[in-house]
């Protein structure tokens, strides 16, 4: 099978440890060009965490996905983009609410920095957002964010593949939709509830898929992406 790797596949190393996770990378060698580091390692217990990573990673040649989904005063969700982007990332997150996305995309400025609008998440049905208090099901939130993150000038969002249909014609052909929840065909969904395998979410017109545990857990990593990958190439 086929080593190239594919930009649009992002693997994320959730995993508790920097050790963990540059294991994970060193085995996936050249079949993966593009890591997701979320809460897990960035924060991790150790004499470096996963921002010190994602900076090795950047420095390998590897693109960096920082999923850290930033929400604050726009002044705070500013000043941390501004660090962001003299870190070299390739895509950032932040929540899909108004004033913050405008806020980071002024910071960005003219910079290469991709921001990304987490409109609902993956692991979120109806029921979750009528618990949180939100007035709107999920498909009804996941589009008026994706309108507003296009209004604000951002880079694309983050949705469950189920939507990324109707979201391409929401926010038109160029911006970036991020899809995490995707599980090759026959896998187990995990805590995950609103799913697609890969060759789904790209025909739905997402244009990056992210994809974890099929891959950090599987007994050959390496092996495991290159499946994804030829799936991909397929569809």
């Known amino acids: 099978m086929s080593s190239a790797a594919d930009d649009r596949l992002i693997v994320g190393l959730d995993l508790p440890t920097v050790s963990a996770a540059r294991t994970a990378v060193k085995e996936l060698g050249d079949a993966v060009s593009f890591y997701k580091i979320g809460h897990q390692l960035a924060f991790a217990p150790e004499r470096e965490?996963?921002?010190h990573l994602a900076q090795d990673l950047i420095a390998a040649g590897k693109k960096v996905f920082l999923d850290l989904k930033l929400l604050d005063i726009d002044n705070t969700v500013a000043n941390g983009v501004k660090s962001i982007v003299g870190m070299g990332m390739t895509m950032l997150t932040l929540h899909a609410y108004p004033k913050a996305m405008r806020a980071a995309v002024e910071a960005a400025g003219n910079s290469d920095l991709i921001l990304l609008g987490v409109t609902v998440l993956t692991s979120m049905d109806d029921a979750d957002l009528i618990e949180a208090g939100y007035a709107h099901n999920a498909a009804d939130l996941v589009a008026m964010r994706a309108r507003q993150a296009r209004e604000a000038g951002?880079?694309?969002v983050v949705a469950s593949a189920l939507e990324a249909e109707t979201i391409r014609t929401i926010v038109g052909p160029d911006m970036a939709i991020v899809t995490p929840g995707i599980r090759p065909a026959g896998s187990d969904a995990g805590?995950?509830?609103r799913v697609?395998?890969?060759a789904q979410a790209l025909?739905?017109?997402a244009t990056h898929l992210v994809v974890a545990r099929p891959i950090i857990a599987a007994p050959d990593r390496r092996a495991a992406a290159e499946a994804i990958v030829a799936?991909?190439?397929a569809a």
Do not use: V
């Open 154 to 156: 951002m880079g694309g």
């Open 203 to 205: 025909a739905a017109g």
């Open 196 to 198: 697609m395998t890969p």
């Open 49 to 51: 965490n996963g921002l």
């Open 191 to 193: 805590d995950q509830k």
């Open 231 to 233: 799936e991909m190439a």
